[in-house]
């Protein structure tokens, strides 16, 4: 029996060794020492403090900034729940967006769909658009729209609430990516957003364009991917070259 057995051992701790331990310790070094940025996460340091990578998106709301791609990793932009909202493009809820009620009994956004995505997007940056029913009635007691009441709208069935935008959006600029956590969006999204950053910063629109064309990469070697902005790069840049008043 122990002439079975013991073969069968030798080979499993000889690759737990070789698999389990030299490998990784090989390729972790061979990362260090070739790709060391790369290895660690590709992050971005400011005066000595850690406050991004490069490869991992994060919220930025504020109107100075540059915002990414909206995110359904988690509750936006967590890395230990990368994940898409995994919805067709046929489904309701990915459209119109739910709502649902919460421990204290109130009514409160499940999911904000694309609809919801297009009038914010539009009022931050000031896209003309046409409304079957003027957007002062979705308002709350502060002023601020009111997204549950949007949401309901965008899903009544007898009238449902009609949006229109007259002006092209950028698909990047209402829908998240597959990992929640894209730190990119496109050209045309970010020059769209200019007007908005620039106003906030009190700089010109070319002044903020010029930035988005500095920080505009091309397909990797010229074929693969898309041109694209990296959010937080950019958002530094602004942060350096044009401080916030």
């Known amino acids: ?6 073969p069968g ?7 737990t060794i070789v698999l389990g331990v030299v490998y990784p310790l090989a390729m972790t070094g061979i990362s260090q020492l070739i790709f060391p940025k790369q290895a660690n996460g590709s992050l971005i340091t400011q005066n000595g403090k850690v ?23 988690g509750s936006g932009y967590d890395p230990t729940a990368s994940s898409g909202s995994n919805l067709g493009p046929t489904s309701a809820k990915l459209v119109r967006g739910t709502t649902k009620t919460d421990d204290k009994k109130n009514e ?71 990992s929640g956590l894209d730190p990119h969006i496109s050209p045309a999204s970010a020059q769209i957003q200019a007007a908005r950053v620039a106003k906030a910063r009190g700089i010109s ?27 937080l790069k950019l958002n530094l840049a602004l942060d350096q070259q044009f401080p916030r008043k």
């Not at 051992?9 to 690759?15: A, E, P, Q």
């Open 1 to 6: 029996m122990w002439e079975q057995i013991l």
């Open 205 to 231: 629109v070319d002044q903020a364009n010029q930035l988005v064309a500095r920080f505009t990469d091309n397909p990797d070697l010229g074929l693969l991917g898309e041109p694209r902005v990296n959010v």
């Open 51 to 73: 406050i991004g990578s490069e490869i991992i998106g994060q919220s930025f709301t504020k109107p100075e900034y540059f915002h990414p791609r909206p995110s359904s990793a």
């Open 108 to 178: 409160v956004v499940d999911y904000d769909g694309i609809s919801l995505r297009v009038v914010h997007f539009c009022l931050e940056n000031g896209i003309p658009y046409e409304s079957s029913v003027p957007l002062d009635r979705f308002k709350n007691a502060t002023g601020d729209l009111d997204d549950v009441k949007l949401i309901k709208a965008f899903n009544d069935d007898k009238a449902p609430l009609v949006f229109t935008p007259k002006a092209s959006i950028p698909a990047d600029a209402v829908t998240a990516s597959s």
């Open 9 to 15: 051992l030798r080979i499993k701790i000889f690759m």
